[in-house]
T-cell receptor, first 115, second 115 residues
């Protein structure tokens, strides 16, 4: 079964500082990987995804993530944090055994931006 | 509509009552998912429908939970004899051909409170 580990349930960074949210997965076959963001009282919005091809993926709002197969990681980064980035971030992995159509989510990381 | 639509957005019910949550997926999407998000936790997979195939019910927590999808479109998640631990946000999502790398889109959720 697939699993996703997000290190750090809460991360705080200063406005303008680097954002790094960690995600590791377990899968015997390279899966599809996703980052979703959830703003307060809203649904989940896709930030970016990796399916095939280039391992550095760029998403919305200046976020990017790099798929590193050797490390089974898909960490999310943004060079300079903005106050509007405060939200909950979820990493998700698809299950190749189900045609990549079923996602398993991590427990989420709440990002706080310090003015 | 343009996105995944869920109703009701908020529901307060008494313990022991049955509730129905509705999801209207994006037009043309063949796959439909239900997830549950409990306070401070990640997203828990409940059930997955794909076209006319038998649904994947492996995530349903008990036989009090059931879901159906009529005509390959609208879905209803039913919780019978609700318990306080059922209080959560129930998220519906839909997609078309995720195996080709397409995105899974989420609705804003139905917030269920069992008192």
């Amino acid at each position: 079964a697939q699993s996703v580990t997000q290190l750090g349930s809460h991360v705080s960074v200063s406005e303008g500082a680097l954002v790094l949210l960690r995600c590791n997965y377990s899968s015997s076959v390279p899966p599809y990987l996703f980052w979703y963001v959830q703003y307060p009282n809203q649904g989940l919005q896709l930030l970016l995804k990796y399916t095939t091809g280039a391992t550095l993926v760029k998403g919305i709002n200046g976020f990017e993530a790099e798929f590193k197969k050797s490390e089974t990681s898909f960490h999310l980064t943004k060079p300079s944090a903005h106050m509007s980035d405060a939200a909950e971030y979820f990493c998700a992995v698809s299950d190749p055994n189900f045609g990549n159509e079923k996602l398993t989510f991590g427990t989420g990381t709440r990002l706080t931006i310090i003015p | 509509g343009a996105g995944v639509s869920q109703s009701p957005s908020n529901k307060v019910t008494e313990k022991g009552k049955d509730v129905e949550l509705r999801c209207d997926p994006i037009s043309g999407h063949t796959a439909l998912y239900w997830y549950r998000q409990s306070l401070g936790q990640g997203l828990e997979f409940l059930i997955y429908f794909q076209g006319n195939s038998a649904p994947d019910k492996s995530g349903l927590p008990s036989d009090r939970f059931s879901a159906e999808r009529t005509g390959g479109s609208v879905s209803t998640l039913t919780i019978q004899r609700t318990q306080q631990e059922d209080s959560a946000v129930y998220l519906c999502a839909s997609s078309f051909d995720v195996s080709s790398g397409n995105t899974i889109y989420f609705g804003e959720g139905s917030w269920l409170t069992v008192v």
